[in-house]
């Protein structure tokens, strides 16, 4: 997954490293530096925080998912592609468990990696056929975090190599999801048809208020 010919490389393979090796709470940028045979001075060029390490190691592993996702079917539904898409995550996540487990034990992510990590969930979702545009695509974006967070601990800890609990989880969350979200979406519809109709009727009514007065006036020459 990393290009360890490039000091980028050499530094998150390194740091996936010293995580499994120690908890990521007591890894020092210095740590990381050694271990990728580099100088803190040739690491600082490529990353200042351990927060920067970690969102461009979700970013690398975005390209592989996306690289790895399986076609398409035709009739395939989108759930079951999604499905299909985060267990390819898992599968890529598979040879770091140990270091993700310390990284994940050491305490709250950082502020700074909501972008990074919702852009993960962006791009999976993309890979699903499933947009994130408007007021319904930050819906399933949220869930989807939400979801993928939630199956993330599950996978954590789940020692069987078929994954029977994680793809147990991952199932039930989605098709939980994928309910909520029906609902909402039927709300919404319901309340642009409800506004549209009002909004009908204000044009209406204001169409009647506009009409010329039909009572004939006086003919010329009438006192």
């Known amino acids: 997954m990393f290009d360890e010919t490039t000091p980028k490389g050499r530094i998150l393979a390194a740091a996936l490293g010293c995580a499994a090796r120690k908890g990521w709470a007591e890894v020092s940028l210095l740590d ?3 271990a990728a045979n580099l ?4 690491l600082r060029g490529e990353f200042t925080t351990k927060t920067g390490i970690v969102a461009a190691l979700l970013r ?21 592609r999604l499905f299909d898409i985060v267990m390819t995550r898992f599968d890529v996540l598979a040879p770091y468990k140990a270091a993700l487990k310390s990284i994940h034990d050491s305490g709250p992510a950082d502020f700074a990696l909501a972008g990074p990590y919702l852009s993960s969930q962006h791009w999976m979702l993309q890979a699903a056929g499933i947009g994130t545009d408007g007021a ?3 819906l399933r974006l949220a869930g989807l975090g939400l979801t993928y967070a939630s199956v993330f601990r599950v996978w954590l800890e789940d020692d069987d190599p078929g994954l029977a609990r994680t793809m147990a989880a991952l199932d ?10 029906s609902g909402i979406e039927q709300l919404h519809d319901a309340v642009w048809r409800f506004g549209e109709a009002m909004r009908e009727a204000a044009r209406t009514a204001t169409r009647g208020r506009s009409k010329p007065d039909a009572t004939p006036g006086p003919e010329a020459g009438t006192v």
């Open 32 to 34: 990381i530096a050694e």
């Open 39 to 42: 100088s803190l001075s040739q």
């Open 60 to 80: 690398a592993v975005d390209d592989a998912v996306l690289s790895r996702a399986p076609k398409r079917s035709e009739g395939q539904e989108r759930r079951d």
């Open 136 to 138: 319904t695509g930050a």
């Open 172 to 181: 039930r969350r989605l098709r939980r999801g994928e309910r909520a979200l």
